[in-house]
Protein backbone atom coordinates (compact mmCIF):
# COMPACT_ATOMS: atom_id res chain seq x y z
CA UNK A 1 0.00 0.00 0.00
CA UNK A 2 3.01 2.23 1.11
CA UNK A 3 4.15 2.19 -2.23
CA UNK A 4 1.35 2.42 -4.54
CA UNK A 5 0.90 5.77 -2.48
CA UNK A 6 4.40 7.00 -3.11
CA UNK A 7 3.80 6.06 -6.97
CA UNK A 8 0.34 7.84 -6.87
CA UNK A 9 2.31 11.02 -4.94
CA UNK A 10 4.74 10.97 -7.45
CA UNK A 11 2.36 11.18 -10.24
CA UNK A 12 0.56 13.95 -8.74
CA UNK A 13 4.19 15.73 -7.74
CA UNK A 14 5.03 15.51 -11.41
CA UNK A 15 1.33 17.06 -13.18
CA UNK A 16 1.58 20.04 -10.86
CA UNK A 17 5.05 20.90 -11.08
CA UNK A 18 3.43 21.17 -14.73
CA UNK A 19 0.61 22.67 -14.13
CA UNK A 20 2.42 25.76 -11.51
CA UNK A 21 4.24 26.46 -14.22
CA UNK A 22 1.84 26.85 -17.10
CA UNK A 23 -0.49 29.12 -14.07
CA UNK A 24 2.48 30.99 -13.71
CA UNK A 25 2.92 31.87 -17.15
CA UNK A 26 -1.10 32.54 -17.77
CA UNK A 27 -1.21 34.71 -14.65
CA UNK A 28 1.63 36.93 -16.25
CA UNK A 29 0.42 36.91 -19.60
CA UNK A 30 -1.16 39.56 -21.55
CA UNK A 31 -4.06 37.26 -22.48
CA UNK A 32 -7.38 38.25 -20.62
CA UNK A 33 -9.27 36.22 -18.44
CA UNK A 34 -6.58 34.11 -18.19
CA UNK A 35 -4.04 36.31 -16.99
CA UNK A 36 -5.83 38.56 -14.46
CA UNK A 37 -8.80 36.54 -12.70
CA UNK A 38 -8.25 32.67 -14.25
CA UNK A 39 -4.04 32.86 -14.36
CA UNK A 40 -3.86 34.56 -10.97
CA UNK A 41 -5.95 32.29 -8.55
CA UNK A 42 -4.93 28.84 -10.37
CA UNK A 43 -1.30 30.02 -9.44
CA UNK A 44 -1.80 30.06 -5.80
CA UNK A 45 -4.13 26.98 -5.86
CA UNK A 46 -1.88 25.20 -8.03
CA UNK A 47 1.33 26.16 -5.25
CA UNK A 48 -0.93 25.07 -2.55
CA UNK A 49 -1.79 21.70 -3.63
CA UNK A 50 2.19 20.92 -4.87
CA UNK A 51 2.94 22.11 -1.30
CA UNK A 52 0.57 19.19 -0.24
CA UNK A 53 1.50 16.61 -2.53
CA UNK A 54 5.49 17.48 -1.59
CA UNK A 55 4.92 16.93 2.04
CA UNK A 56 3.22 13.96 2.04
CA UNK A 57 5.71 12.68 -0.24
CA UNK A 58 8.47 13.30 1.84
CA UNK A 59 6.66 11.24 4.63
CA UNK A 60 5.78 8.42 2.94
CA UNK A 61 9.08 8.21 1.03
CA UNK A 62 12.40 7.70 1.85
CA UNK A 63 14.74 10.72 2.18
CA UNK A 64 17.73 11.50 2.25
CA UNK A 65 20.29 14.18 3.96
CA UNK A 66 21.92 17.32 3.01
CA UNK A 67 24.23 19.64 4.12
CA UNK A 68 22.85 21.33 7.19
CA UNK A 69 24.75 24.87 5.73
CA UNK A 70 22.13 25.35 3.47
CA UNK A 71 19.12 25.05 5.12
CA UNK A 72 20.62 27.52 7.85
CA UNK A 73 21.09 30.15 5.24
CA UNK A 74 17.78 29.66 3.59
CA UNK A 75 16.07 30.05 6.93
CA UNK A 76 18.07 32.92 7.78
CA UNK A 77 17.18 34.68 4.55
CA UNK A 78 13.60 34.13 5.73
CA UNK A 79 13.98 35.43 9.37
CA UNK A 80 15.25 38.52 7.89
CA UNK A 81 12.51 39.17 5.95
CA UNK A 82 9.61 38.14 8.56
CA UNK A 83 11.47 40.59 10.83
CA UNK A 84 11.46 43.03 8.08
CA UNK A 85 7.85 43.31 8.73
CA UNK A 86 8.63 45.16 11.77
CA UNK A 87 10.17 48.34 9.28
CA UNK A 88 8.58 47.77 6.12
CA UNK A 89 6.96 50.66 3.91
CA UNK A 90 3.99 48.26 3.55
CA UNK A 91 4.30 45.30 6.20
CA UNK A 92 1.16 43.44 5.09
CA UNK A 93 2.59 42.72 1.52
CA UNK A 94 5.57 41.91 3.20
CA UNK A 95 3.60 39.29 5.05
CA UNK A 96 2.05 37.94 2.01
CA UNK A 97 5.00 37.89 0.10
CA UNK A 98 7.02 36.43 2.46
CA UNK A 99 4.58 33.60 2.62
CA UNK A 100 4.11 32.94 -0.48
CA UNK A 101 8.06 32.75 -0.85
CA UNK A 102 8.59 30.16 2.13
CA UNK A 103 6.20 28.53 0.52
CA UNK A 104 8.13 27.85 -2.94
CA UNK A 105 11.35 27.52 -0.40
CA UNK A 106 9.60 24.36 1.31
CA UNK A 107 8.61 22.96 -1.52
CA UNK A 108 12.52 22.96 -2.63
CA UNK A 109 13.45 22.02 0.44
CA UNK A 110 11.57 18.50 0.35
CA UNK A 111 12.51 18.02 -3.19
CA UNK A 112 16.22 18.06 -2.22
CA UNK A 113 15.47 15.57 0.82
CA UNK A 114 13.92 13.27 -1.87
CA UNK A 115 16.11 13.48 -4.14
CA UNK A 116 18.77 12.92 -1.96
CA UNK A 117 17.27 9.96 -1.42
CA UNK A 118 15.79 8.96 -5.01
CA UNK A 119 18.32 10.52 -8.16
CA UNK A 120 15.47 9.22 -10.50
CA UNK A 121 13.54 11.86 -8.82
CA UNK A 122 15.20 14.52 -10.46
CA UNK A 123 14.66 13.28 -13.86
CA UNK A 124 10.90 13.55 -13.09
CA UNK A 125 10.64 16.87 -11.96
CA UNK A 126 12.78 18.34 -15.02
CA UNK A 127 10.62 16.47 -17.17
CA UNK A 128 7.41 18.31 -15.61
CA UNK A 129 9.25 21.35 -15.59
CA UNK A 130 9.98 21.23 -19.13
CA UNK A 131 6.38 20.08 -20.07
CA UNK A 132 4.96 23.42 -18.94
CA UNK A 133 7.76 25.47 -20.84
CA UNK A 134 6.48 23.89 -23.78
CA UNK A 135 2.91 23.99 -23.35
CA UNK A 136 3.55 28.11 -22.33
CA UNK A 137 5.12 27.69 -25.65
CA UNK A 138 2.92 25.98 -27.74
CA UNK A 139 0.22 28.88 -26.41
CA UNK A 140 2.05 31.08 -27.42
CA UNK A 141 2.18 30.06 -31.21
CA UNK A 142 -1.72 29.78 -31.09
CA UNK A 143 -1.41 33.51 -29.86
CA UNK A 144 0.32 34.20 -32.84
CA UNK A 145 -2.18 32.47 -35.12
CA UNK A 146 -5.14 33.98 -33.12
CA UNK A 147 -4.15 37.62 -32.64
CA UNK A 148 -1.08 38.47 -34.26
CA UNK A 149 -1.23 42.22 -32.83
CA UNK A 150 -0.87 40.33 -28.71
CA UNK A 151 1.62 38.07 -29.79
CA UNK A 152 4.36 40.17 -31.17
CA UNK A 153 5.57 43.75 -30.42
CA UNK A 154 5.25 46.21 -33.11
CA UNK A 155 8.65 47.72 -34.19
CA UNK A 156 9.33 51.02 -33.24
CA UNK A 157 11.37 53.91 -34.27
CA UNK A 158 13.88 52.59 -31.24
CA UNK A 159 14.20 48.58 -32.24
CA UNK A 160 12.11 46.28 -34.57
CA UNK A 161 8.94 44.09 -33.86
CA UNK A 162 9.56 41.62 -30.96
CA UNK A 163 7.80 38.08 -30.50
CA UNK A 164 5.39 38.23 -27.30
CA UNK A 165 3.84 35.49 -27.17
CA UNK A 166 1.67 35.17 -24.18
CA UNK A 167 3.70 37.13 -22.19
CA UNK A 168 3.65 40.31 -20.89
CA UNK A 169 6.43 41.71 -22.88
CA UNK A 170 9.09 39.83 -24.66
CA UNK A 171 11.35 38.94 -21.78
CA UNK A 172 8.73 37.47 -19.57
CA UNK A 173 9.11 33.92 -21.30
CA UNK A 174 12.45 33.82 -22.63
CA UNK A 175 14.27 34.08 -19.25
CA UNK A 176 11.79 30.67 -18.84
CA UNK A 177 12.52 29.29 -22.00
CA UNK A 178 16.53 29.80 -21.09
CA UNK A 179 16.24 28.17 -17.81
CA UNK A 180 14.87 25.41 -19.39
CA UNK A 181 17.14 24.62 -22.06
CA UNK A 182 19.86 22.65 -20.37
CA UNK A 183 17.21 19.65 -19.76
CA UNK A 184 16.52 19.94 -23.30
CA UNK A 185 20.02 19.26 -24.80
CA UNK A 186 20.07 17.11 -21.95
CA UNK A 187 16.75 15.19 -23.51
CA UNK A 188 18.15 15.04 -26.69
CA UNK A 189 21.89 13.44 -25.79
CA UNK A 190 20.02 10.93 -23.73
CA UNK A 191 16.99 9.94 -26.15
CA UNK A 192 17.90 6.26 -27.01
CA UNK A 193 15.34 5.91 -29.69
CA UNK A 194 14.55 8.09 -32.92
CA UNK A 195 11.56 8.93 -32.09
CA UNK A 196 12.63 10.14 -28.87
CA UNK A 197 15.49 12.03 -30.09
CA UNK A 198 13.05 13.68 -32.78
CA UNK A 199 10.70 14.79 -30.36
CA UNK A 200 13.67 16.42 -28.22
CA UNK A 201 15.29 18.02 -31.09
CA UNK A 202 11.80 19.07 -31.74
CA UNK A 203 11.06 20.61 -28.65
CA UNK A 204 14.71 22.18 -28.39
CA UNK A 205 13.80 23.89 -31.89
CA UNK A 206 10.50 25.20 -30.19
CA UNK A 207 11.97 26.93 -27.41
CA UNK A 208 15.10 28.79 -29.14
CA UNK A 209 12.81 30.09 -32.22
CA UNK A 210 10.85 31.66 -29.49
CA UNK A 211 13.74 32.04 -27.14
CA UNK A 212 15.78 34.58 -30.77
CA UNK A 213 12.05 36.09 -31.57
CA UNK A 214 11.73 37.44 -28.37
CA UNK A 215 15.20 39.50 -28.66
CA UNK A 216 15.69 39.19 -25.53
CA UNK A 217 19.51 39.53 -25.32
CA UNK A 218 19.86 38.30 -21.62
CA UNK A 219 17.83 35.25 -21.97
CA UNK A 220 20.61 34.21 -24.73
CA UNK A 221 23.30 34.67 -22.93
CA UNK A 222 21.91 32.49 -19.37
CA UNK A 223 21.07 29.99 -21.94
CA UNK A 224 24.76 30.17 -23.72
CA UNK A 225 26.06 29.80 -20.78
CA UNK A 226 24.00 27.09 -18.54
CA UNK A 227 24.37 24.82 -21.63
CA UNK A 228 28.16 25.11 -21.44
CA UNK A 229 28.17 24.64 -17.76
CA UNK A 230 25.92 21.57 -18.49
CA UNK A 231 28.16 20.26 -21.13
CA UNK A 232 31.47 20.45 -18.77
CA UNK A 233 29.95 18.69 -16.08
CA UNK A 234 27.75 15.93 -17.83
CA UNK A 235 29.89 14.63 -20.65
CA UNK A 236 33.17 13.00 -19.73
CA UNK A 237 34.33 12.42 -23.87
CA UNK A 238 36.51 15.53 -23.91
CA UNK A 239 36.08 15.93 -27.63
CA UNK A 240 32.02 15.44 -27.45
CA UNK A 241 32.27 17.71 -24.41
CA UNK A 242 33.75 20.88 -26.70
CA UNK A 243 31.63 19.67 -29.65
CA UNK A 244 28.54 20.74 -27.46
CA UNK A 245 30.04 23.88 -25.99
CA UNK A 246 30.80 24.75 -29.63
CA UNK A 247 27.38 23.61 -31.03
CA UNK A 248 25.99 26.43 -28.17
CA UNK A 249 28.32 29.31 -29.29
CA UNK A 250 27.47 28.62 -33.00
CA UNK A 251 23.73 29.14 -32.00
CA UNK A 252 24.18 31.57 -29.91
CA UNK A 253 26.16 33.57 -32.82
CA UNK A 254 23.59 33.20 -35.32
CA UNK A 255 20.58 33.84 -32.61
CA UNK A 256 22.81 37.69 -32.27
CA UNK A 257 23.32 38.30 -35.94
CA UNK A 258 18.92 37.48 -36.03
CA UNK A 259 18.32 40.14 -33.67
CA UNK A 260 19.66 42.57 -36.00
CA UNK A 261 17.07 41.46 -38.77
CA UNK A 262 13.90 43.04 -37.60
CA UNK A 263 13.82 46.71 -39.21
CA UNK A 264 13.22 50.22 -37.32
CA UNK A 265 9.93 51.67 -37.93
CA UNK A 266 9.55 55.31 -38.93
CA UNK A 267 7.04 56.00 -36.92
CA UNK A 268 6.00 54.61 -33.73
CA UNK A 269 2.72 53.09 -34.07
CA UNK A 270 -0.44 53.89 -32.31
CA UNK A 271 -2.80 51.70 -30.97
CA UNK A 272 -6.30 52.15 -31.22
CA UNK A 273 -8.74 52.59 -28.18
CA UNK A 274 -12.17 52.26 -28.04
CA UNK A 275 -11.84 54.74 -24.75
CA UNK A 276 -9.69 57.81 -25.20
CA UNK A 277 -8.81 59.10 -21.59
CA UNK A 278 -9.05 62.82 -21.57
CA UNK A 279 -5.57 64.66 -21.31
CA UNK A 280 -4.69 65.31 -17.15
CA UNK A 281 -4.80 69.20 -16.83
CA UNK A 282 -1.85 70.85 -14.91
CA UNK A 283 -2.61 71.12 -11.09
CA UNK A 284 -1.27 74.61 -11.05
CA UNK A 285 0.58 76.94 -13.11
CA UNK A 286 4.02 75.73 -11.70
CA UNK A 287 3.12 71.92 -12.09
CA UNK A 288 5.72 70.18 -14.62
CA UNK A 289 4.38 67.19 -14.72
CA UNK A 290 2.16 67.52 -18.08
CA UNK A 291 5.56 68.77 -19.71
CA UNK A 292 8.46 66.94 -17.67
CA UNK A 293 6.60 63.38 -16.52
CA UNK A 294 8.65 62.38 -13.70
CA UNK A 295 9.11 58.83 -14.98
CA UNK A 296 10.80 60.26 -17.90
CA UNK A 297 13.11 62.67 -16.14
CA UNK A 298 16.23 61.31 -16.63
CA UNK A 299 17.33 61.27 -20.17
CA UNK A 300 14.74 62.71 -21.87
CA UNK A 301 15.27 63.78 -24.94
CA UNK A 302 15.12 67.61 -25.73
CA UNK A 303 14.11 69.17 -28.82
CA UNK A 304 15.82 68.48 -31.78
CA UNK A 305 18.30 65.11 -30.38
CA UNK A 306 18.71 62.51 -32.03
CA UNK A 307 16.62 59.94 -31.04
CA UNK A 308 17.64 56.42 -29.03
CA UNK A 309 18.44 53.17 -31.41
CA UNK A 310 18.53 50.23 -29.83
CA UNK A 311 21.15 47.80 -30.83
CA UNK A 312 23.20 45.08 -29.29
CA UNK A 313 25.27 46.67 -26.74
CA UNK A 314 22.94 49.73 -25.38
CA UNK A 315 21.18 48.83 -21.90
CA UNK A 316 17.96 50.27 -22.82
CA UNK A 317 18.17 52.28 -19.95
CA UNK A 318 18.56 49.22 -16.96
CA UNK A 319 21.81 50.63 -16.30
CA UNK A 320 20.66 54.17 -15.37
CA UNK A 321 17.77 52.27 -13.19
CA UNK A 322 20.31 50.01 -11.90
CA UNK A 323 22.11 53.53 -10.53
CA UNK A 324 19.32 54.80 -8.97
CA UNK A 325 18.12 51.87 -7.23
CA UNK A 326 21.82 51.72 -5.63
CA UNK A 327 21.51 55.13 -4.39
CA UNK A 328 18.16 54.00 -3.30
CA UNK A 329 19.40 51.06 -1.33
CA UNK A 330 22.26 53.19 0.37
CA UNK A 331 19.86 55.55 2.09
CA UNK A 332 18.64 52.46 3.92
CA UNK A 333 21.91 50.17 3.30
CA UNK A 334 21.46 47.62 6.17
CA UNK A 335 18.00 46.03 6.49
CA UNK A 336 16.18 47.54 3.24
CA UNK A 337 13.07 48.74 3.31
CA UNK A 338 10.97 45.74 4.05
CA UNK A 339 10.53 42.33 2.06
CA UNK A 340 8.14 42.19 -1.27
CA UNK A 341 8.32 45.97 -1.13
CA UNK A 342 10.59 46.52 -4.39
CA UNK A 343 8.23 47.97 -6.88
CA UNK A 344 6.97 49.99 -4.05
CA UNK A 345 9.82 51.72 -3.13
CA UNK A 346 11.91 51.97 -6.59
CA UNK A 347 10.64 55.01 -8.13
CA UNK A 348 10.93 54.58 -12.06
CA UNK A 349 12.27 58.22 -13.16
CA UNK A 350 14.48 57.24 -16.48
CA UNK A 351 13.21 57.99 -20.03
CA UNK A 352 14.71 54.55 -21.20
CA UNK A 353 13.53 52.16 -18.18
CA UNK A 354 9.95 50.71 -18.83
CA UNK A 355 9.25 48.75 -15.53
CA UNK A 356 8.35 49.65 -11.80
CA UNK A 357 11.52 47.98 -11.11
CA UNK A 358 14.68 47.83 -11.70
CA UNK A 359 15.60 44.54 -13.07
CA UNK A 360 18.43 43.59 -11.15
CA UNK A 361 17.60 40.85 -8.73
CA UNK A 362 20.88 41.56 -6.54
CA UNK A 363 19.61 45.19 -6.15
CA UNK A 364 16.14 44.28 -5.77
CA UNK A 365 17.37 41.98 -3.02
CA UNK A 366 19.39 45.03 -0.94
CA UNK A 367 16.38 47.25 -1.41
CA UNK A 368 14.25 44.86 0.41
CA UNK A 369 16.71 43.10 3.07
CA UNK A 370 19.60 45.14 2.96
CA UNK A 371 23.34 44.17 2.71
CA UNK A 372 22.15 41.69 5.43
CA UNK A 373 20.06 39.75 3.04
CA UNK A 374 21.87 40.49 -0.01
CA UNK A 375 24.52 38.42 2.06
CA UNK A 376 22.51 35.73 3.06
CA UNK A 377 21.05 35.48 -0.67
CA UNK A 378 24.53 35.47 -1.85
CA UNK A 379 25.79 33.17 0.56
CA UNK A 380 22.85 30.30 -0.53
CA UNK A 381 23.25 30.68 -3.87
CA UNK A 382 27.11 30.70 -3.27
CA UNK A 383 26.87 26.96 -1.18
CA UNK A 384 24.70 25.92 -4.24
CA UNK A 385 27.11 26.88 -6.99
CA UNK A 386 29.41 24.80 -4.91
CA UNK A 387 27.45 21.52 -4.63
CA UNK A 388 27.76 21.87 -8.67
CA UNK A 389 31.06 20.29 -8.53
CA UNK A 390 30.03 16.98 -7.27
CA UNK A 391 27.17 17.00 -10.47
CA UNK A 392 27.81 13.32 -12.43
CA UNK A 393 25.17 12.53 -14.40
CA UNK A 394 23.06 14.50 -17.17
CA UNK A 395 19.95 15.51 -15.31
CA UNK A 396 22.20 17.10 -11.79
CA UNK A 397 24.45 18.61 -14.41
CA UNK A 398 21.24 20.09 -16.52
CA UNK A 399 19.68 21.21 -13.16
CA UNK A 400 23.21 23.10 -12.48
CA UNK A 401 23.46 24.47 -15.91
CA UNK A 402 20.02 25.73 -15.19
CA UNK A 403 21.20 27.27 -11.95
CA UNK A 404 24.28 29.02 -14.03
CA UNK A 405 22.01 30.58 -16.28
CA UNK A 406 19.34 31.61 -13.75
CA UNK A 407 22.23 33.53 -11.88
CA UNK A 408 23.02 35.57 -14.97
CA UNK A 409 19.47 36.43 -15.78
CA UNK A 410 19.28 37.70 -11.84
CA UNK A 411 21.58 40.39 -13.28
CA UNK A 412 19.02 41.63 -15.85
CA UNK A 413 15.58 40.39 -14.38
CA UNK A 414 14.43 41.11 -10.86
CA UNK A 415 12.54 37.46 -10.38
CA UNK A 416 14.77 35.52 -7.67
CA UNK A 417 12.38 36.30 -4.57
CA UNK A 418 9.16 37.22 -6.71
CA UNK A 419 6.96 33.95 -6.45
CA UNK A 420 4.65 35.78 -9.25
CA UNK A 421 7.52 35.28 -12.32
CA UNK A 422 7.18 32.51 -14.32
CA UNK A 423 11.25 31.89 -13.67
CA UNK A 424 11.46 32.08 -10.13
CA UNK A 425 9.91 29.03 -8.39
CA UNK A 426 11.77 26.95 -11.76
CA UNK A 427 15.14 28.29 -10.77
CA UNK A 428 14.35 27.24 -7.27
CA UNK A 429 13.14 23.54 -7.70
CA UNK A 430 16.30 23.45 -10.17
CA UNK A 431 18.66 24.58 -7.17
CA UNK A 432 17.03 21.83 -5.30
CA UNK A 433 17.57 19.42 -7.15
CA UNK A 434 20.97 19.73 -7.94
CA UNK A 435 21.55 19.86 -4.27
CA UNK A 436 20.05 16.58 -3.27
CA UNK A 437 21.20 15.13 -6.41
CA UNK A 438 24.96 15.90 -5.87
CA UNK A 439 24.63 15.24 -1.79
CA UNK A 440 23.16 11.46 -2.68
CA UNK A 441 26.69 11.67 -4.95
CA UNK A 442 28.81 12.55 -2.40
CA UNK A 443 27.53 10.46 -0.07
CA UNK A 444 28.27 7.60 -3.14
CA UNK A 445 31.79 8.74 -3.68
CA UNK A 446 32.25 8.41 1.05
CA UNK A 447 30.93 5.07 1.12
CA UNK A 448 32.64 3.79 -1.94
CA UNK A 449 36.17 5.63 -0.38
CA UNK A 450 34.99 4.30 3.02
CA UNK A 451 34.78 0.31 1.06
CA UNK A 452 38.08 0.52 -0.65
CA UNK A 453 39.44 0.90 2.48
CA UNK A 454 37.93 -1.48 4.25
CA UNK A 455 38.83 -3.85 1.90
CA UNK A 456 42.47 -2.76 2.22
CA UNK A 457 42.52 -2.65 6.07
CA UNK A 458 42.34 -6.90 5.79
CA UNK A 459 45.27 -7.49 3.61
CA UNK A 460 46.93 -5.15 5.77
CA UNK A 461 46.31 -7.48 9.03
CA UNK A 462 46.98 -10.42 6.87
CA UNK A 463 50.46 -9.35 6.38
CA UNK A 464 51.81 -8.06 9.62
CA UNK A 465 52.36 -11.23 10.72
CA UNK A 466 55.06 -11.57 7.85
CA UNK A 467 56.20 -7.63 8.27
CA UNK A 468 56.67 -8.19 11.92
CA UNK A 469 59.11 -11.03 11.18
CA UNK A 470 60.86 -9.41 8.26
CA UNK A 471 61.00 -6.43 10.86
CA UNK A 472 62.49 -8.92 13.74
CA UNK A 473 65.12 -10.06 11.47
CA UNK A 474 66.22 -7.27 10.42
CA UNK A 475 66.67 -5.74 14.23
CA UNK A 476 68.51 -9.40 15.16
CA UNK A 477 70.79 -8.35 12.35
CA UNK A 478 71.01 -4.92 13.54
CA UNK A 479 71.91 -5.91 17.05
CA UNK A 480 74.83 -8.97 15.75
CA UNK A 481 76.33 -6.59 13.15
CA UNK A 482 76.64 -4.00 16.46
CA UNK A 483 77.82 -6.85 18.57
CA UNK A 484 80.60 -7.69 16.26
CA UNK A 485 81.53 -3.56 15.78
CA UNK A 486 81.92 -3.27 19.88
CA UNK A 487 83.99 -6.83 20.14
CA UNK A 488 86.61 -5.20 17.58
CA UNK A 489 87.14 -2.32 18.79
CA UNK A 490 87.58 -4.00 22.20
CA UNK A 491 90.54 -6.07 21.03
CA UNK A 492 91.71 -2.38 19.06
CA UNK A 493 91.80 -0.85 22.83
CA UNK A 494 93.61 -4.02 24.32
CA UNK A 495 96.12 -4.23 21.66
CA UNK A 496 96.71 -0.73 22.48
Known amino acids: MSVRLRVQLEGALQALCALFVVSLGLAAGSQWPWNISTGRNMRWAALVELLVVAIALLVFSRRGRVEMRIPALLAGFLAVGLMSTTWSADAGLTLARLVSVAAVFVIAAALALLAAARRDLVELVLVALVTGVVVLALLGLVNLLVDRSNAIVPATTQSGARYNGIGANPNTMAILIALALPAVVWGVLAARTRARRGVALSVLALLVGSLVASGSRGALVGALVGTVVFAFASVQDR ?258
Open 239 to 496: SRRFAIAGAAVAIFAVSVATLEVPQRAATNPVRPFDIVPPATPPLSPRDVQPRLPLESEVGLPSVGDAPFVRSLFTSSGRVDAMRGALGQALERPLLGYGFGTEERVFIDRYYLHYSDRPENSYLGTMLQVGIVGLGLLLALLGAIVVRSRFAADGPSAACGGAVACGLVLAVGQSYLTSVGSPAMAPFWFCAALLVGATSAQQRKRLDEREGDEREIEPAQRHAEPGLNMVRGEDRGIRSEKHDQAATRSAARHGED
